[in-house]
């Protein structure tokens, strides 16, 4: 491995913060700052002009935000290691970033010393995790995902999925026709559907149904 400096590009919408970073690291040893960007359509424009080595990136930009950023990177194949820089240590952003490619996530007032050496351990490919978003993520992992629907919910759409009128699920489920209606209003209300049509296509797309075999 070369002694060359880390390249970095910066990506936060607030003036004050990139030149914050910015001189930070440009008087750091080992860091040399390629560009500043102000939003995520800049960012993704910079690192194919700048080929960085690190992109610290925040996640909340008006126009294309960060997630979206690090995903477009993706897809453009960037070999830019994404470090986001956030304020929030509970973002909803964090999974998302993460699946999307980040390699690590840092808050912008963690020491300055956790900052180089993230920016360091990020240009190894190494995952950074500030102490706070690591135990957020635990967490998180180990809570289980709360049950969108019930199980009587779930039964009543896997008849109608299966092609039963509501008079024959109720039959099948020893209940009124009336509360099968009621079921399929508290379903559509929690998929967002309007009808049921609706209701078993986006039940299958969030795997809450299983497709019988063909």
Known sequence: MTDRPVRLLIADDHPVVRDGLSSMFASAPGFEVLGEASDGAEAVRLAAELQPDVILMDLRMPGMDG?????????????????????????SHVLPAIEAGATGYLLKDSPREDLLRGARAAARGETVLSPSVAAWLMNRVRTPAPQLLSQRELEVLTLVAAGNTNREAAAQL?????????????????????????????????????????
Do not use: C, M, W
């Open 67 to 91: 997630l979206t950023a690090i995903t477009e990177l993706a897809r453009q194949g960037s070999t830019a290691r994404v470090l986001v820089l956030t304020t929030y240590d509970t973002d």
């Open 174 to 214: 020893f209940i009124t026709e009336a509360t099968v209606k009621s079921h399929l209003l508290n379903i559509y209300a929690k998929l967002g559907v309007s009808d049921r049509a609706a209701a078993v296509a986006e039940a299958y797309n969030q795997r809450l149904l299983t497709p019988p075999p063909a």
